[in-house]
């Protein structure tokens, strides 16, 4: 499949989608990707679409042409042991997601003009907005239920999910467990194991501990508490 071209920056807009929000295990990872007008269509004979659609391998691979091919992204990792104390200061994730957000906007305005950002709509829209520094201020904010369909937004899912899988990789490694996808039966399984093997504390280290998963994971391992 030929890569896009390197283009010459000219109007477009911004969009922004997270990965491993309702995954116990890994970070939440947040983008945002600028498209040029004029590039939906590319984007979309790509293989761009929201990326809960999307093999992880596809995921991988189309998020590779897009760094190439398109230099205006941002993606901002959020490691579980930085999750868990932000969470545990904020108390609520919309407030954090907001706060990724407008980061992942900045940075990408930081570096080319933008008339417009495109989010997908979760709790209070003015998180974002008063998350949003001057630059962000100053352009159009949409936020949208099924905002994926927005070539720009489905873009940004499929980065925030490709650097997800790649962390989720590595954090396996670091433990010596395979950790899974997702909040099943299987993660807990996984999340069992491994607190039994190093302990109720390397859940910090590897898991977003305000799922209620964790109870039942302490609870399976015959632990009293987090620490």
């Not at 979760?122 to 099924?146: C, H, S, T, W």
């Not at 369909?149 to 499929?158: C, F, G, L, P, R």
Request: hydrophobic share 45%; with cysteine; charged share 30%.
């Amino acid at each position: 499949m030929p890569e896009p071209k390197l283009f010459t920056p000219e109007p477009g807009h911004i969009g922004t989608d997270e990965s491993g929000k309702g995954d116990f295990f890994g970070p939440l990872v947040i983008a945002a990707f600028f498209m040029p007008a004029g590039q939906e269509e590319v984007l979309r004979e790509l293989g761009v679409k929201d990326s809960k659609r999307t093999s992880d391998a596809r995921c991988r691979e189309i998020a590779e042409i897009l760094k190439k091919g398109y230099p205006y992204h941002s993606v901002i990792a959020i490691g579980p042991e930085k999750y868990n104390e932000l969470y545990g200061k904020l108390r609520n994730l919309n407030r954090l997601l907001a706060w990724g957000h407008a980061r992942a906007i900045e940075n990408i305005l930081e570096r080319i003009s933008a008339g417009k950002a495109v989010t997908d709509q979760f709790g209070d829209e003015k998180f974002v907005r008063n998350a949003l520094l001057k630059k962000g201020r100053e352009i159009e904010l949409v936020q949208m239920p099924r905002a994926e369909d927005d070539a720009a937004v489905a873009a940004a899912s499929i980065l925030a999910r490709a650097e997800f899988l790649t962390r989720l990789h590595f954090l396996s490694k670091d433990v010596g467990v395979d950790l899974p996808k997702g909040a099943s039966d299987i993660v807990e399984a996984a999340a069992v194991k491994l607190v039994r093997a190093k302990g109720a504390g390397v859940l910090e280290r590897v898991a977003k501990t305000h799922f209620k998963t964790t109870v039942r994971v302490l609870a399976a391992a015959g632990v009293a508490r987090l620490v």
